[in-house]
């Protein structure tokens, strides 16, 4: 069974970082090839070992992926959480800054 999983890429230094939040997994490498093959990897130990240890469906269940009709579903994300989750990881740099609007007079 294949199931599409959404996978983002960030650029950290002179790095690619691919992270599957429906996973919680990430890989890395030097340009995106090398990220993906990484990231490839990794989904096949992660596979692996919960299938080796028989807690596959535990596991997904637990990072929110449903089971209907026998098929698998990861959980979908917004933009907005899909940042917060790269905030939370430490894996996105970013700051709140005070900005001055100046108020514009009411005509």
């Keep these: 069974m294949s199931v599409g999983v959404d996978v983002l ?5 002179k790095y690619v970082v691919a ?13 995106e090839r090398t990220a993906k093959k990484a990231f490839d990897e990794a989904v ?4 692996d070992a919960t299938e080796r240890k028989g807690t596959l469906e ?29 905030r939370a990881r430490s894996m996105l740099d970013s700051v709140t800054e ?9 005509t």
Excluded: M
């Design 58 to 86: 535990r596991v997904l269940l637990k990072l929110g992926w449903t089971l209907s009709r026998n098929r698998y579903e990861p959980p979908r994300y917004t933009a907005s959480e899909l940042l917060h989750l790269c």
């Design 9 to 13: 890429s960030l650029r950290e230094g």
């Design 19 to 31: 992270y599957a939040p429906a996973l919680e997994l990430s890989s890395y490498g030097r340009s």
């Design 44 to 47: 096949g130990i992660f596979l």
């Design 98 to 106: 005070d900005v001055r609007i100046p108020l514009v007079a009411a």
